[in-house]
């Protein structure tokens, strides 16, 4: 596709329920990158992939929070047991290497209610 | 404790005029640089970037300072336009140390007609 996208755009779901949100990044680019916005905030990193592994996950909040990277490509962050102050954006960029510019998809908008 | 701050959580200024968003970090490791825009229910986009061997990088209407003994960034606009009304992300990270892009809480801008 042309740019990195996300699904689904909006969730809401129930406390105490997984959730799992899809990132579909640039082809080609090797780096993957997690990040949410909660209200009011910035951007907060949660992970990075390069390639299927990831050499940082200093950013994942909680161990209910996880990540995986496939093929080089699809990336999926699982939240289990959601709380309500996990309602934020999760937005998902990618970039040629780690090195470059990262491209942002739209967002997942979490809602728990 | 913030890393990257960008104290103006605002910024209003007139159509034609100059904006200047300001970016303020802390860790004297940071060497590389980049401002992100981002419009409402969209991903961030990226502006433009800098590395520490700079002190200014410029493209088009938009011009980043670099003021390493600081440790402060500014972005200039000019001339301002009214597509230019969006939220502004200053981020930056060590070259040798992981992807860990540090974003800042952003500056809303609106250009008034």
């Known amino acids: 596709g042309a740019g990195v996208s996300q699904s689904p755009s909006n969730k809401v779901t129930e406390k105490g329920k997984d959730v799992e949100l899809r990132c579909d990044p640039i082809?080609?680019?090797?780096?993957l990158y997690w990040y949410r916005q909660s209200l009011g905030q910035g951007l907060e990193f949660l992970i990075y992939?390069?390639?299927?592994?990831?050499?940082?996950k200093s950013g994942l909040p909680s161990d209910r929070f996880s990540a995986e990277r496939t093929g080089g490509s699809v990336s999926t962050l699982t939240i289990q047991r959601t709380q309500q102050e996990d309602s934020a954006v999760y937005l998902c960029a990618s970039s040629r290497t780690g090195k470059n510019t990262q491209y942002f998809g739209p967002g997942t908008r979490l809602l728990v209610l | 404790d913030q890393q990257v701050k960008q104290n103006s959580p605002s910024l209003s200024v007139q159509e034609g005029r100059i904006s200047i968003l300001n970016c303020d970090y802390t860790?004297?490791?940071?060497?590389?640089f980049l401002w992100y825009k981002k419009y409402p229910a969209e991903g961030p986009t990226f502006l433009i970037s800098i590395s520490s061997i700079k002190d200014k990088n410029e493209d088009g209407r938009f011009t980043v300072f670099l003021n390493k003994s600081a440790k402060h960034l500014s972005l200039h606009i000019v001339p301002s336009q009214p597509g230019d009304s969006a939220v502004y992300f200053c981020a930056a990270s060590e070259e040798n140390y992981g992807q860990n892009f540090v974003f800042g809480p952003g500056t809303r801008l609106s250009v008034l007609p």
């Open positions: 082809s080609g680019h090797t780096a």
């Open positions: 992939f390069q390639g299927n592994s990831a050499p940082d």
């Open positions: 860790n004297s490791m940071f060497d590389y």
